[in-house]
């Protein structure tokens, strides 16, 4: 009976809080329509949703994601102070964003873990050299979905440019430029392979 009250509360408060930021929410749909790139509305959202604390804080943030990115489960965790940096995002039922984190394009399978001050980068080709030799601004254009799989650990301070497999972990402050396979350990700067999570079978007339 507590179990039912309390997953009645949760679902009343998720309606409450998807009415209150629809305003938000529908600044940034126009934005999208007058322009494919144009994200200065959305950022300037994120970083209000970002800075409102405890509970309701949470909620609300995940019900303007909710309605803001390409997919964002009410089924999910946004610390506070984690920025969503790019539109171009899915969270997953049952992912944890934690506080501080900064989340670029990317694809946050079931399950996935991304500890307090993480940074999930667009891809690693966000910047390229002009004819003399200077960085040019982030181009949208550039922009590539990492994928986060499913109940992956992406460690407090970690760094990730590219994909991560299934059920992988992260160390602390890695910094991880080359996909990572599932079921392994990674770490260091740059992340190397540390060990696997689960012991391979043993093959057929193998021998000890």
């Not at 970002?50 to 609300?60: D, I, K, N, R």
């Not at 969270?91 to 900064?102: A, H, I, K, Q, R």
């Not at 440019?161 to 392994?184: D, I, K």
Request: net charge positive; charged share 15%; with cysteine.
């Amino acid at each position: 009976m507590a179990w039912t009250f309390r997953s009645a509360l949760k679902t009343v408060a998720n309606i409450v809080s998807v009415v209150l930021v629809f305003p938000c929410a529908l600044t940034c749909w126009l934005e999208g329509w007058l322009s494919a790139h144009g994200e200065w509305v959305f950022s300037s959202w994120s970083n209000v949703m970002a800075l409102l604390p405890g509970p309701p804080g949470m909620y609300l943030r995940r019900a303007f994601y909710h309605l803001t990115l390409q997919s964002c489960s009410l089924d999910c965790y946004i610390g506070f102070g984690a920025l969503f940096t790019h539109r171009q995002v899915r969270v997953e039922d049952g992912v944890y964003v934690g506080p501080y984190s900064l989340i670029g394009s990317s694809w946050l399978r079931t399950g996935a873990l991304i500890g307090s001050r993480a940074s999930l980068l667009s891809g690693p080709m966000l910047h390229e050299m002009d004819e003399q030799g200077r960085w040019k601004p982030t181009d949208l254009s550039r922009l590539r979905q990492i994928e986060i799989g499913e109940n992956v650990w992406i460690g407090e301070g970690a760094i990730v440019m590219v994909n991560v497999g299934a059920g992988s972990m992260v160390g602390t402050g890695a910094v991880v430029s080359t996909r990572v396979r599932p079921g392994v350990v990674v770490a260091g700067n740059p992340a190397r392979f540390v060990r696997r999570l689960k012991a391979e079978a043993e093959e057929p007339g193998s021998q000890a």
